[in-house]
């Protein structure tokens, strides 16, 4: 029987090595090494300014290191394999449209053929429950909404990896746990995902793999269970008994 040939990365592995980046005088990240090999959730912690969001945007193509490499299936980022790495920040970036048009803007831009931009973006909006906002203009939808929407907007093109800084942030517990929904579904599809949270309970409701940063550097890279049951550092220790409040 024939199967389906594998879809060849474009993305994955998403790898960081020794990545150094520094911005007047000071060394905003030190010597990281941080990369996303397989389907799963990571979710990347620390204290603020700890480096997570540059770090974001390193393996994400929009920072250059000054030092180090990134590198997308064994590549430097380019603008070409773009969609295969869904951006999400903690404050959503929607075109004047509406909620439809912006999901097929975001297909149209990954390549996907007009034809099968409608019946795609429908679909996607309808994983993120929000047909019924699909006509509306994208600004006068929730922050839930919109940040729902954003998320949405990056998953119809099936990206291989998501990347998520404080996505959650601004949002109510409702709208938390819609995002939540989603970021797992994304998982179970096979997604590799970076999700960068303050949030504990978010952290132990969706994390195989725990990263703590701090002060620009790696302090732990484990299995979530060893994060949550033994981690090593101080910091983590602290953050993990709820004695530190990232
Ligand atoms: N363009 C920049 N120029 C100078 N300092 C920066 C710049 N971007 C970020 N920083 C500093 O780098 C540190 C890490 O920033 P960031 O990655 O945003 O931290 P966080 O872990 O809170 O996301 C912070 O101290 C921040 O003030
Ligand atoms: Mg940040």
């Known amino acids: 029987m024939a ?5 060849s990365s474009l993305a994955l592995p998403i790898r960081g090595e020794a990545l150094a980046l520094r911005r007047g005088g000071r060394l905003l990240v030190d010597d990281l090494n941080l990369s996303l090999e397989k389907p799963g959730i990571t979710t990347l912690m620390g204290p603020n300014g700890a480096g997570k969001s540059l770090t974001v945007r390193m393996l994400a193509g929009l920072v250059e290191p000054d030092s180090g490499q990134v590198t997308w299936a064994g590549r430097a980022p380019d603008r070409a394999r773009a969609s295969s790495v869904g951006l999400v920040f903690h404050r959503p970036v929607m075109l004047r ?28 909006l309808a994983r993120g429950r929000l047909e019924h906002v699909a006509a509306s203009p994208a600004w006068v939808l929730s922050g839930g909404e919109q940040q729902r929407l954003a998320l949405v907007r990056a998953l119809a093109v099936e990206p291989e990896a998501l990347l998520l ?8 517990p409702a709208s938390t746990l819609a995002i939540e929904e989603l970021v797992s579904q994304a998982q179970a599809r096979g ?17 195989d793999r725990v990263v703590f940063l701090n002060a620009g550097g790696l302090s732990e890279d484990t299995p979530a269970v060893t994060f949550f049951d033994q981690p090593r550092t101080p910091q983590a220790q602290a953050f993990v008994e709820g004695r530190l409040v990232l």
Do not use: C, F, I, W
Not at 103 to 113: D, F, H, I, S, T
């Open 191 to 207: 997604t590799a995902v970076l999700l960068v949270t303050h949030d504990l309970g978010q952290a132990r409701r969706l994390a």
């Open 3 to 7: 199967s389906a040939a594998p879809r």
């Open 165 to 172: 800084d404080e996505p959650t942030a601004n949002l109510d």
């Open 97 to 124: 449209r509406s909620a439809l048009d912006n999901v097929r803007y975001g297909l149209k831009a990954a390549g996907v053929p007009r034809g099968e931009r409608r019946e795609r973006a429908m679909a996607a």
